[in-house]
T-cell receptor, first 115, second 119 residues
Framework: GAVVSQHPSWVICKSGTSVKIECRSL??????MFWYRQFPKQSLMLMAT?????????EQGVEKDKFLINHASLTLSTLTVTSAHPEDSSFYIC???????????FGDGTRLSIL | AQKVTQAQTEISVVEKEDVTLDCVYE???????LFWYKQPPSGELVFLIR??????QNEISGRYSWNFQKSTSSFNFTITASQVVDSAVYFC????????????????FGTGTQLKVEL
């Protein structure tokens, strides 16, 4: 159990486009989901923590108007990169947790390339 | 502030060799969790282990073993008889814990160790 699906796996789009990434917990209800960003050969940096039905908590330095997070249900969270620019190109990965005493399980990630 | 240090950027071994990946952490919390994740070339993160700060017993799972030393703030990971399929980036991570049962909130990751296992 504890399968997390992320879609799309990769996306290439033009500068100025908004891109939506979905994160779904397939076989469990996730009270909390997390969004990370990873640059090539670097570690994962937490962008925001998302609790179902409430506003996401963003890490310092992450623009909430740039990276819109919606966690409308216990199995789905979305990250929308608005008006994406080449510097937004990165590997975005989500994770989901069943409850406060459970480890995070990660999706397969989304490779975003902005031209 | 929490910090995780993985001093080994890259390790190369020959198949069947044993290899230990180091992890040193810093935290002011008395209750915390430590994790190891594997990230193969495909990109997904695979959960390997979670260890509570109160439990210093070493753990073995097949060819994998973990050595938690609270006195040195280390949580090292050993792969015995390494295989080519073990080639990946391995991340050590730390999370705060809320009370005695909290599973932690934010994960602080180390910079990862790239393990290459060659034939």
């Amino acid at each position: 159990g504890a399968v997390v699906s992320q879609h799309p796996s990769w996306v290439i789009c033009k500068s100025g486009t908004s891109v939506k990434i979905e994160c779904r917990s397939l076989d469990f209800q996730a009270t909390t989901m997390f969004w990370y960003r990873q640059f090539p050969k670097q570690s994962l940096m937490l962008m925001a923590t998302s609790n179902e039905g409430s506003k996401a908590t963003y890490e310092q330095g992450v623009e909430k108007d740039k990276f819109l997070i919606n966690h409308a249900s216990l199995t789905l969270s979305t990250l929308t990169v608005t008006s994406a620019h080449p510097e937004d190109s990165s590997f975005y990965i989500c994770s989901a947790r069943k409850g406060s005493n459970q480890p995070q399980h990660f999706g397969d990630g989304t490779r975003l390339s902005i031209l | 502030a929490q910090k995780v240090t993985q001093a080994q950027t890259e390790i190369s071994v020959v198949e069947k060799e044993d290899v230990t990946l180091d992890c040193v952490y810093e935290t002011r919390d008395t209750t915390y969790y430590l994790f190891w994740y594997k990230q193969p070339p495909s990109g997904e993160l695979v959960f390997l282990i979670r260890r509570n700060s109160f439990d210093e017993q070493n753990e073995i799972s097949g060819r994998y073993s973990w050595n938690f030393q609270k006195s040195t703030s280390s949580f090292n990971f050993t792969i015995t008889a390494s295989q080519v399929v073990d080639s990946a980036v391995y991340f050590c991570a730390l999370s705060e814990a809320r009370g005695l049962t909290g599973g932690g909130n934010k994960l602080t990751f180390g910079t990862g160790t790239q393990l290459k296992v060659e034939l």
